[in-house]
């Protein structure tokens, strides 16, 4: 009975979940790069950075849909929470596994986490913890990673980048600005036998700054700018 | 439209159709004389172009049926889809979002509403005066000097080049027939085939035959090539001087201008995207890069065809 209850509320999430992809497609003409894996539906952990509230749209818009069912973003639930139209949009739309911020909560963001990849959930991730506000490629990464890489090894972990959103939407501006945004998904990375959590940390940060784009700010040389196009 | 302008639709989109047709069958048979599990790059890149075609082809065709409102949203879309290409590779710093924001979702968007409003007065100063004056200021305002000349010029730019040129296409439909009739429709078609096709044949002259290169540094592009481009361009014109009010002549000489503006347009094109370091300005177009790559000879040639029809043909 609940799930008859509930139908139209699921049928609204869908809906409301395509009109979002078509805005973020419609605003970046956003565009996956698999470079490290294919589009296919295996149980992965894909581990992002973390610069805009529109990185994780992004990546689940670039899903195709038999991905994107099963695949889940790890969010914060002080921010999904906040008001009615969150509530709905971040578990009910994006199926978002609900992680509680507070330090006095008793509450073991771990065991959530591992709770949905036995299910058969994919996730997303944002190792950073927060939004990288400064000119560093990424913030160190917390220790959740390593910690779901050791407890569930089979899992792939997918390095991926998403590129452009700290000029698509930088933090504290309500528009955004209609750039080219591309998600690149690189080969996905274990924990190795014995192998120390920071030294997993480094190799998974610089697997996923390995996949940005160069800087183009830099003066582009002659020798090493591109081909010239007919 | 009144059914001469319809039936001469139609009659556009059936030649379009053939070419395409006789495309579609030339690429195939390069592609059947290519030794069994081999390909060649350059007849797939031909294949791969008249894929895009058919496309652009099909597209230009619906919104020519629908009218004035379809020409305009078309274009507007391909504004709004050139600005996006054009600003991610332009310098910008956090100052500068607000007069981003208002260049694609207000300037560009009036733009449009003044060309179908048909204010001429307006549409040719709006972007060069206006925007011009603005945005610089809404970017001041925010107190970031880096590098400031720089990424205002490029915000310009690219509204002039995204918006302001390509706005110039649609823009025909408000010059008044010699004969009153509103076959000016039409004149967009006969533009874009003229520009295109010269385009076909200066890349394909330029491979087979062309030696002297314009700009060895910057393009491939062959003076042989380019001559070769402006003449077939201007035979079509000839052919299609029937939809046209410039007379045989007058077409062919159209023809062959819009041609010679767009190639260098794309010239100019590729010293952009040189300096950038990019080779392609997206993947919108599945193995043709973005529409900046596939517009860029329409976006030069389109006021100056423009101003050229109001002021010989007027």
Redesign the interface.
Same mark, same amino acid.
């Given at each position: 009975m609940t799930d008859l209850a509930s139908l139209p509320r699921r049928i609204a999430a869908r809906a409301v979940g395509h009109a979002l992809a078509f805005v973020a497609r419609f605003i970046? $003409?956003v %565009?996956a790069d698999w470079r490290g894996i294919e589009p296919v539906a295996k149980q992965r952990v894909y581990y992002a950075n973390h610069v805009s509230n529109g990185d994780m749209p992004m990546i689940w818009t670039v899903l195709p849909g038999h991905m994107r069912r099963q695949t889940r973003p790890v969010a914060a639930a002080d921010y999904w929470l906040k008001n009615k139209l969150r509530a709905f949009v971040g578990p009910e739309v994006f199926n978002c596994v609900l992680i509680d911020r507070r330090p006095e909560v008793d509450d073991k963001p771990l065991d959530k986490i591992i709770e949905a990849l036995d299910e058969g959930s994919s996730l997303i991730i944002f190792p950073e913890g927060n939004r990288n506000m400064t000119d560093d490629p990424l913030l160190p990464f917390k220790s959740g990673l390593y910690n779901m890489g050791k407890a569930r090894p089979h899992v792939d972990l997918v390095p991926t980048w998403v590129a452009?959103l700290n @000029?698509i939407m !930088?933090k504290g @501006?309500i =528009?955004p /600005? !209609? /750039? =080219?945004c591309t998600v690149t998904f690189g080969a996905p990375i274990h924990v190795e036998e014995g192998e120390s959590k920071d030294a997993f940390l480094k190799r998974a940060a610089d697997a996923l700054v390995a996949l940005a784009p160069e800087n %183009?700010?830099e003066i582009?040389t !002659?020798e %090493? $700018?591109? @081909? &010239? $196009? &007919? | 439209m009144t059914p001469e302008t319809t039936t001469d639709v139609a009659i556009l989109g059936l030649a379009v159709t053939g070419i395409l047709i006789a495309f579609t069958i030339i690429g195939e048979a390069l592609r059947l004389r290519q030794p069994s599990g081999q390909t060649d790059p350059v007849v797939e890149a031909f294949n791969m172009r008249v894929h895009t075609w058919w496309g652009l082809a099909i597209l230009l065709t619906l919104a020519v049926l629908a009218g004035r409102i379809g020409i305009l949203l078309l274009f507007a879309f391909a504004s709004f889809a050139a600005l996006r290409e054009f600003l991610t590779f332009a310098r910008k710093r956090r100052a500068d979002h607000l007069s981003l924001a208002l260049a694609c979702f207000v300037i560009l968007p009036l733009q449009y509403l003044f060309v179908g409003l048909d204010w001429t007065a307006l549409f040719t100063v709006f972007i060069p005066v206006y925007a011009f004056l603005l945005l610089p200021i809404v970017s001041a305002l925010r107190g970031d000097a880096t590098n400031f000349m720089g990424r205002v010029a490029e915000t310009q730019w690219g509204l002039m080049i995204c918006v302001f040129c390509i706005s110039h296409v649609p823009a025909l439909l408000t010059y008044d027939m010699p004969d009153g009739s509103d076959r000016s429709i039409l004149l967009i078609v006969f533009f874009a085939m003229v520009v295109q096709l010269g385009d076909v044949f200066e890349y394909y002259a330029g491979r087979r035959f062309g030696r002297r290169k314009i700009a060895p540094k910057i393009s491939p592009k062959t003076v042989e090539g380019m001559i070769v481009g402006v003449l077939a361009a201007a035979c079509i014109g000839a052919i299609l001087s029937w939809v046209t009010p410039f007379g045989l002549v007058g077409a062919a000489a159209m023809a062959a201008l819009a041609s010679l503006t767009g190639m260098f347009g794309s010239l100019v094109f590729a010293a952009i995207k040189r300096d950038k370091g990019v080779k392609d300005w997206s993947h919108l177009i599945p193995g043709q890069g973005g529409l900046l790559d596939q517009l860029d000879s329409v976006i030069f040639a389109a006021p100056i065809f423009y101003h050229v029809t109001q002021l010989v043909w007027s």
């Open positions: 970046t $003409a %565009r452009n @000029e !930088p @501006e =528009i /600005l !209609p /750039l =080219i %183009r700010d582009v !002659p %090493r $700018a591109a @081909e &010239p $196009a &007919p | -």
